[in-house]
């Protein structure tokens, strides 16, 4: 067995009127390396003639962001010509890389008629050789993800990246890794195996899980030991779990605003070259 060395609570942090939980960074944990970050907005909803998402334009280098839209949509468009409305299902993955401009909005369909929002957005880390690699944007839709069962139904794997048996997900991670989202029906069995050389990351969006003996409840973060491989899992509710592994890059790392370096000496660059318009211009 992989034995649990921590569980993380959410944190309350509303993004205007967003509702939204935090799951990394905490005080309680700063980041498993390479995952950074990972907000979880809403459920909400949103009444008709609202304002939508309020990620209206701004920059990024040095790492990736994995968008997983669970209710409403998300329009978004990039100093690259990147442009998309990714609806229920799907997901957005993007490789700021070098640097780029974007916003996450809610479509203007979406905005008009309002609608229940839920989405939940990771940053993940680049290794000091992909920091500068040119920008990338990619929108799937639920139909573009690689799906399958397990349990006798009860499990239903949403794989994105990476291979998982025969199955492969449709987005090549830069980083190898693995990311996927879980759904599991009540009294689900799942049995996963990880190399202890990987980290992972384990967010129960919703539900209720027995992992490993012990349980876990919604908006909870379990931080796995480097030892051991196996990873026991029982739902006793309907859940929704957000599943990933990757090797560490263990190299320096300095994050500060919309930028993930290595040093100082490079987030002072990133920001230079935002400011002189070396990521893109804003249409």
């Not at 569980?7 to 309350?12: A, D, E, N, Q, R």
């Not at 949509?73 to 690259?80: L, Y």
């Not at 069995?189 to 349980?215: H, M, P, Q």
């Not at 379990?222 to 029982?234: C, P, R």
Request: glycine share 8%; charged share 20%.
């Amino acid at each position: 067995m992989r034995n649990i060395k921590a569980i993380h609570k959410t944190v309350y942090s509303p993004v205007d009127d967003l509702e939204t939980f935090r799951a990394i960074p905490t005080q309680s944990i700063n980041y498993l390396d390479p995952f950074l970050f990972l907000n979880h907005h809403g459920p909400q909803f949103y009444v008709k003639n609202n304002n939508g998402l309020p990620f209206g334009p701004h920059p990024h280098r040095g790492f990736e962001t994995l968008t997983y839209v669970l209710k409403g949509d998300i329009a978004h468009q990039d100093s690259t010509g990147g442009e998309s409305v990714i609806k229920e299902g799907g997901i957005q993955w993007m490789t700021a890389g070098s640097g780029l401009i974007h916003s996450e909005v809610s479509s203007q369909e979406f905005m008009q008629n309002g609608g229940k929002v839920e989405v939940i957005q990771l940053w993940l880390n680049l290794a000091a050789k992909n920091k500068m690699v040119e920008p990338n944007y990619r929108g799937l839709t639920f139909e573009d993800i690689c799906h399958f069962d397990l349990d006798g139904g009860k499990v239903n794997v949403d794989l994105i990246s990476g291979n998982w048996d025969k199955h492969k997900g449709p987005i090549d991670s830069l980083s190898n890794l693995t990311m996927a989202s879980i759904r599991l029906k009540a009294d689900a069995r799942l049995s996963l195996e990880v190399d202890e050389k990987n980290e992972i990351l384990f967010y129960l969006a919703y539900g209720e899980l027995v992992v490993n003996a012990t349980e876990i409840q919604k908006h909870q973060l379990v931080q796995f030991e480097n030892k051991g491989s196996e990873i026991s899992i029982k739902a006793n509710s309907d859940s929704y779990l957000i599943f990933g592994y990757g090797k560490p890059f263990n190299e320096p790392m300095v994050a500060q605003g919309p930028f993930v370096m290595n040093s100082q000496e490079e987030i002072m660059a990133a920001y230079a070259d935002f400011r002189s318009g070396k990521m893109g211009k804003w249409r």
